[in-house]
Nanobody, 121 residues
Framework: QVQLVESGGGLVQAGGSLRLSCAVS????????MAWYRQAPGKQRELVGK???????NYADSVKGRFTISRDNAKNTRYLQMNSLKPEDTAVYYC???????????????WGQGTQVTVSS
C-alpha cells in the first residue's frame, strides 16, 4: 500500500524556518509530481507549490521567494523548506503525490495526513 507520511510541522516564531518532509512508502515505480497544499481555519485548501518529475518547481505568489520544494529521489521524499515564516502561513500542510505503481500502470493520487504549522507573532 502506498502511503504519504508527513513530518516536520510545529510551532515557530515569525521570521523562523521549518522544513516539512513527505515520504512516499510502498512499492512504487515513480512519483510523477508532488504538490504541497495548506488549509487555514475557515479557509479553503490552497496550493503552495509543486515539483514535477523533471524537478521543475512553481509556487504560489504568497510564498514565492520564501518557500522551496526539493526532492530526494533515492528516498522517495519531497521537502518543503519554509523560511521567513509569517503568522498568515499558519495552517495544516498537506502533501499530494501523483504516483505510478508500475511502469505500465496509470498513476493515482495520494494525500498525506497533514501536519500543523503554527507561526506566532
Amino acid at each position: 500500500q502506498v502511503q504519504l507520511v508527513e513530518s516536520g510541522g510545529g510551532l515557530v516564531q515569525a521570521g523562523g524556518s521549518l522544513r516539512l518532509s513527505c515520504a512516499v512508502s510502498g512499492n512504487i515505480f515513480r512519483i510523477n509530481h508532488m504538490a504541497w497544499y495548506r488549509q487555514a481555519p475557515g479557509k479553503q485548501r490552497e496550493l503552495v507549490g509543486k515539483i514535477t518529475s523533471a524537478g521543475s518547481t512553481n509556487y504560489a505568489d504568497s510564498v514565492k521567494g520564501r518557500f522551496t520544494i526539493s526532492r530526494d529521489n533515492a528516498k522517495n521524499t519531497r521537502y518543503l523548506q519554509m523560511n521567513s515564516l509569517k503568522p498568515e502561513d499558519t495552517a495544516v500542510y498537506y502533501c499530494n503525490a501523483d504516483v505510478q505503481l508500475t511502469q505500465y500502470s496509470n498513476s493515482d493520487d495520494y494525500w498525506g495526513q497533514g501536519t500543523q504549522v503554527t507561526v506566532s507573532s
